[in-house]
């Protein structure tokens, strides 16, 4: 097209009239306008035209994508396997993971590791013996007959009654016991 102000490329070339930070449609002639308002058009055709071409490729790709076996949730995954392997070989990440292995396989880190161990049978066997005799006492006093009037509670017996009755002896020994072969075994 021979119009003038278009030189036929995507971008128009403005008369020397035009100001760079533009100007006021009173200072155009009606012969500018009319360019401009062509330029105008033509460049929101192609606009339009370039958006369905992008939207076109965006489609195609897509379905290539999917024949591949490649979805969306697969280039994430994908996008995040390649961050964290960078990670790993950062280095930062290598200087910490030494410094972490060298901690971890210290003297002091080793022995606290086996006290642990150590501390956590010695209790789980006593809480084990603990739960064996109170089921076994439980079932002791189960078995004893019921007095022939039921009795009512009331709360006349003392704490200094209670601790010389058979049943709280065998109970405070029973615990001394566990108590015992607990401190035993962590020495």
Not at 43 to 55: D, W
Not at 80 to 98: D, F, I, M, N, R
Not at 134 to 158: D, F, G, K, Y
């Amino acid at each position: 097209m021979s119009r003038p102000g278009f030189s036929g490329t995507s971008s128009p070339s403005f008369s020397s009239s035009v100001p760079e930070n533009g100007c006021h449609a009173a200072e155009l002639s009606d012969e500018e306008r009319d360019n401009l308002r062509f330029d105008l058009a033509k460049m929101e055709e192609e606009i339009q035209t370039l958006r369905q071409v992008l939207l076109t490729k965006e489609k195609s790709a897509a379905d290539i994508r999917r024949r591949l076996g490649m979805g969306p949730l697969s280039s994430i995954k994908e996008n995040l396997s390649k961050g964290w392997q960078e990670v790993q070989t950062s280095s930062p990440y290598l200087t910490a993971s030494a410094v972490l292995d060298d901690i971890s396989n210290s003297n002091v880190c080793v022995r606290t590791k086996e006290g642990l161990a150590h501390a956590s049978h010695v209790t789980s066997s006593a809480l084990t013996n603990v739960g064996v005799v109170i089921t076994r006492r439980l079932a002791e006093l189960r078995a004893l007959p019921l007095p022939s009037p039921p009795r009512t509670l009331n709360h006349t017996m003392s704490v200094p009654s209670m601790r010389h009755s058979s049943t709280f002896r065998s109970f405070e020994e029973m615990v001394g016991s566990v108590k015992v072969s607990g401190l035993m075994a962590v020495m």
